[in-house]
């Protein structure tokens, strides 16, 4: 019974399929709902952290706001704003004074690193000085790889008219300071820009120097008095948790292997299903092939004591009649004449015929065990077509190499002559008749292969019947006997059309005698 090989079967694959496609789906909602979860809580702390960094840069603006009541109470005296601003203006940190003049801000005083007294501010805390007021605003930032510069001012009416404070700080962004290590910073990396889009020469602070941030982030705006700043920050590990970001995963593990269970599970019924049927549908060709046997036997049988009968019948008459004519033919001497001899030849010529089916029933019926000797195949061809030439306008070609095997020599003579008669029956009007042999697996295989008008498939499987032939003076016995004497050699024959016309009859016996045969 033929296997399915490795191949699943389209139910296997169709459940396969099916629950693997629902793990698929199953992974992808789930990450997409862990990925929306740890989005959430990302926006959260991203919020968080913009506000922590909000509240720490409103301290500037209450120094700022200090040093606005001083220059209220002194009218924007100098020397007071300088020793009140010495006090705040420590390290990094420059505290100017500026007045309006027609040519735009002039610096009043300075505390700390800055500009020149009495000399113009610069462009950009000009920018920022113009647009100063009650509220703390921000003035540009730059930041140059090593460190960023940035600005506050507050105005009117804060302080005289006329006048305004300027804070300038340059700092690391890298720094270490507190606002990049509390709490809402130790989930994140995060950066600070002055720019709602990350723009390198605009950062102000970071934790990170992996910079542009990867991977999904978040941003949120930076309140500073009334300017904006915005912190962009992604998570240094998934919020959502180790278990709920593997769960996707682990979903889709679980739910493949469950597939390939599912569909093993599946294919082991199918293929058991499949073998019970096959072998249900093998013992039952079984089962025929027996009762066909057993039938045929019993046919076999009937017909063999019939033939045993005949034959043994047939042969004393058949005696006295060829006694008979041999007497009538002395006793008549030359006097015959030739309607008598006409009538005497057709009586011996038939009663020939009727001595040669009694010996042919007898031989079918009185079958021999083989006596296996070496033979030589291409020397009994030989010998049996030096016995039986072929008829005129038949032309035969011979291909068989020295082959040796083990068999009884007068009955593979008798299939040879048998094959070879039949060969030459079957092309009246004269063709070609081909004998080849080869060694295949342990076996002679022969072939004899005539140009007649072949075999009637509707009557090919009887051909080895006894007493079964397409012939109009055919005994039925020749094929049998051949059938018979293979079989007993542990061969097989078989007959078929050829490709291209005519029939070929195959006959497959061992190169060596079977056990029992040389037993016997």
Do not use: C
Not at 181 to 191: G, I, N, Y
Not at 287 to 304: I, K, N, P, T, V
Request: hydrophobic letters at 45%; proline letters at 6%.
């Amino acid at each position: 019974m033929k296997r399915g090989g490795w191949r699943p079967s389209p139910l296997t694959a169709a459940v396969t399929v099916v629950v693997a496609a629902a793990t698929v789906l199953g992974f992808a909602l789930t990450n997409r709902s862990v990925a929306s979860q740890n989005q959430a809580l990302l926006k959260s702390d991203t919020t968080q952290a913009a506000e922590y960094v909000s509240t720490i840069v409103s301290s500037f603006g209450s120094a700022l706001d200090a040093l606005a009541s001083g220059v209220t109470l002194t009218n924007g005296s100098p020397s007071q704003f300088e020793a009140q601003a010495k006090a705040l203006a420590q390290g990094p940190v420059t505290m100017v004074l500026a007045r309006k003049s027609s040519l735009g801000y002039i610096v009043s005083a300075v505390a700390g690193k800055g500009p020149v007294v009495s000399q113009p501010v610069g462009p950009d805390m000009e920018a920022t000085l113009e647009k100063a007021g009650s509220s703390l605003i921000a003035g540009p930032v730059r930041f140059d790889g090593k460190t960023t510069t940035l600005g506050f001012a507050i105005g009117p009416p804060l302080v005289p008219s006329g006048l305004a404070i300027f804070e300038q700080l340059k700092i690391s962004p890298f720094l270490a300071i507190s606002a990049t290590q509390a709490a809402p910073f130790r989930v994140l990396r995060a950066s600070v820009y002055a720019t709602r889009k990350p723009t390198a020469d605009q950062l102000i602070l970071a934790n990170t120097r992996s910079l542009p941030l990867g991977g999904p982030t978040a941003e949120a705006p930076v309140s500073v008095g009334s300017t904006t700043w915005w912190l962009v920050a992604t998570a240094r590990s998934p919020l959502a948790g180790g278990f709920a970001n593997a769960a996707p995963f682990i979903i889709l593990g679980v739910g493949l292997l469950l597939a390939l269970a599912i569909g093993s599970t599946v294919e082991v019924l199918v293929r058991r299903q499949r073998y019970a049927t096959g072998l249900v549908t093998q013992r039952e060709a079984e089962l025929d092939a027996s009762h066909a046997a057993l039938m045929r036997s019993e046919r076999l049988s009937a017909l063999g004591e019939m033939a045993s009968t005949i034959g043994h019948e047939l042969r004393n008459p058949l005696a006295a009649v060829i006694n008979a004519h041999f007497m009538v033919r002395h006793s008549l001497g030359t006097t015959v004449t030739p309607d008598v001899d006409r009538h005497l030849v057709m009586a011996e010529r038939q009663t020939a015929r009727a001595a040669t089916l009694a010996d042919n029933l007898t031989a079918f019926v009185r079958h021999r065990q083989p006596s296996p000797v070496p033979l030589e195949l291409g020397v009994v061809v030989d010998e049996v077509l030096a016995a039986t030439p072929p008829p005129a306008g038949i032309e035969v070609t011979v291909n068989v190499p020295p082959l040796v095997f083990q068999a009884d020599s007068d009955q593979i003579t008798q299939v040879l002559a048998n094959l070879i008669v039949n060969g030459f029956q079957a092309m009246p009007d004269g063709g070609a008749l081909h004998i080849d042999a080869s060694a295949r697996n342990g076996h002679i295989v022969l072939n004899i292969a005539d140009s007649g008008n072949g075999i009637d498939v509707a009557s090919e499987d009887r051909l080895f019947d006894p007493f079964f032939t397409t012939k109009a003076s055919g005994t039925g016995l020749g094929l049998a006997i051949v059938s018979r004497i293979v079989d007993a050699h542990g061969g097989d024959v078989s007959l078929r059309n050829g490709a291209t016309g005519g029939a070929v009859v195959t006959v497959r016996l061992p190169i060596e005698s079977a056990p029992e045969l040389v037993s016997r």
